[in-house]
């Protein structure tokens, strides 16, 4: 064993590990988490005895949840999932990466900033749903009009969040770089970025939930598969409201769980600072 | 394997020993009031020699250290090292800041290793180097630590040795120890001063401490205040390897006295 790894081994047991929440701690917020469920559910059901609406109106709890499962065990559901879940993912990987680079532009030349700054505020101020049956009509009723949608939702916060985080590093640690005679592109990718991490991903986090809704308004502009397209069916052709929810609670759980993925990477990448 | 002696940037037969002139160097900072910081300053620093910069804060000690390190161009004059002209941040200079800088989400190891990715050394070089530094500055045991789990006076251990790692002939030490208590400053003193008789280092030392600068340097430059030049060059001809207890010395403290008397002279020239 080098005298390294001896001494990486010889601190891990000594210093740098963090405690984590202990086992007590954990349960107790699982428990909270359960507990407020389970009162949303009630409430949930309490509406619809107080109320007294059909179901094609407002389904109950109990209702949505038989319909989810079946909607799950006949196969109806995962073919739309994994079709939005491709929208979502890859429009988020192109917005993100883009925004990324972008934001280091942006952050590293006021020129650019001057630029590219008034056209990036009006894209954002403009809605998308807005934009949607345009981009559609352009690029057809696919995937690539979807992944433009999505893409632009995600760009804006990233962008700026990488902005702001890079020029938010700490400009001695960049003299310190330069004395060390690093390139510009040394600087960028060795300390501006992995510096203004904690920003970027916080960007991200945003920027994964807009990518849920950009799909799904992509797929209502026009679409054949994915859930915003089974959201429109179930509306509209075969009137089932309690498949509307079960979809809806459908992408409510890949909402919740890609953003609780962006938690742990982010966790993961800049947690033990 | 490497005894800590080779370890250092210069050991034996690895790198020769490099001395500096400051020619006439002027800068200004450009501003809405552009302020000159240096004024025609000359310097001399022979190879392996340790000189102690001290002056009024905000004299241009640290600027001076960052012209010499290539970090700042100077309106006029020039710095060289063994007679070539320094333009940029230069590869024969290792510097270490006030603060030690280090890279929070980057273990001490891979800190170390920062300026050797830059360079471009392969692994297996990167490797053994930063085991031989981790060794020499005796960070070991911290080696996969965060910067945010170490004391004041490690991390600025590894700074020193992140400054060393690609073999610098010259060391620029920016107020190194300032942000530490007493009895770490003094025990660091001992260690650099240890450091350099194992090499043949050239070493200058900007500090705010007259005893500090007594105990390290072979002479003290004292600046004047803004803007700077060299306003007294004070030899400290005390045997090494020095202890701590020789700052009680009658001598030393007749060195310290003169140094403090063009200090205060100076401080009064400008007011």
Request: charged letters at 20%.
């Amino acid at each position: 064993m080098s005298a390294v790894e001896h001494g990486r081994r010889r601190a891990q047991r000594n210093v740098g590990v963090r405690p984590r929440l202990d086992p007590a701690g954990r349960t107790g917020n699982a428990v909270l988490v359960a507990l407020s469920l389970a009162a949303f559910l009630l409430v949930w059901q309490l509406v619809v005895w107080v109320s007294g609406f059909k179901s094609f109106i407002l389904p109950g709890p109990y209702t949505v949840a038989e319909r989810f499962v079946r909607a799950w065990a006949e196969g109806m559901m995962w073919p739309h999932v994994q079709q939005t879940l491709v929208e979502v993912l890859l429009g988020f990987a192109i917005g993100a990466l883009v925004a990324v680079a972008a934001g280091v532009l942006l952050a590293r030349s006021r020129l650019a900033e001057r630029l590219l700054s008034p056209y990036l505020v009006a894209a954002q101020a403009t809605p998308v749903l807005a934009l949607a049956p345009l981009i559609v009509l352009w690029f057809g009723n696919g995937l690539l009009s979807k992944l433009v949608i999505t893409t632009l939702i995600v760009f804006f916060p990233v962008a700026i969040a990488t902005m702001v985080g890079i020029r938010g590093v700490d400009r001695r640690l960049l003299e310190m770089a330069r004395s060390f005679r690093a390139t510009d592109w040394q600087v960028i990718r060795r300390v501006e970025v992995p510096a203004a991490l904690p920003s970027i991903l916080g960007g991200m986090r945003v920027g994964i939930t807009l990518a849920v809704i950009g799909a799904i308004v992509g797929e209502w502009a026009g679409g054949e598969k994915g859930v915003g397209v089974l959201i429109n069916l179930a509306r509209g052709s075969l009137f089932d409201i309690p498949l509307m929810f079960a979809a809806l609670v459908t992408l409510a759980l890949l909402g919740v769980t890609l953003y609780l993925v962006m938690v742990l990477v982010e966790r993961r990448l800049v947690g033990e600072r | 394997m490497t005894t800590a002696g080779e370890a250092l940037m210069t050991g034996p037969g690895r790198v020769a020993p490099a001395g500096i002139l400051v020619d006439d160097v002027s800068l200004t900072f450009d501003g809405s009031r552009p302020t000159p910081v240096l004024d025609r300053l000359r310097l001399e620093v022979r190879p392996r020699e340790i000189v102690a910069l001290i002056g009024p804060n905000g004299c241009g000690k640290s600027t001076l250290l960052r012209v010499i390190a290539g970090l700042l161009a100077p309106d006029e004059g020039s710095v060289s090292i063994d007679g070539r002209v320094v333009a940029a941040p230069d590869e024969r200079v290792g510097l270490v800041f006030q603060e030690p800088r280090l890279l929070a989400w980057r273990s001490v190891e891979a800190n170390v290793r920062f300026p050797l990715e830059l360079a471009g050394w392969p692994r297996d070089r990167q490797r053994a180097r930063v085991g031989e530094l981790l060794d020499l500055m005796a960070i070991l045991e911290v080696a996969a630590a965060r910067p945010s789990t170490l004391s004041g006076g490690t991390a600025q251990r590894v700074a020193i040795a992140r400054a060393l790692a690609l073999e610098p002939s010259v060391l620029l030490l920016d107020e190194p120890f300032t942000a530490l208590d007493a009895l770490t400053r003094e025990r660091l003193n001992v260690e650099l001063q240890a450091l350099w008789e194992r090499s043949a280092a050239t070493i200058v030392l900007v500090t705010h401490s007259i005893p500090e600068a007594v105990f390290l340097a072979d002479r003290v430059v004292v600046l004047s205040p803004r803007p700077a030049h060299v306003v007294a060059d004070v030899p400290v001809p005390i045997e090494r390897p020095r202890r701590l207890a020789d700052l009680d010395s009658a001598f030393v403290s007749t060195v310290a006295a003169e140094v403090r008397s063009h200090l205060a002279g100076a401080a009064e020239g400008a007011a």
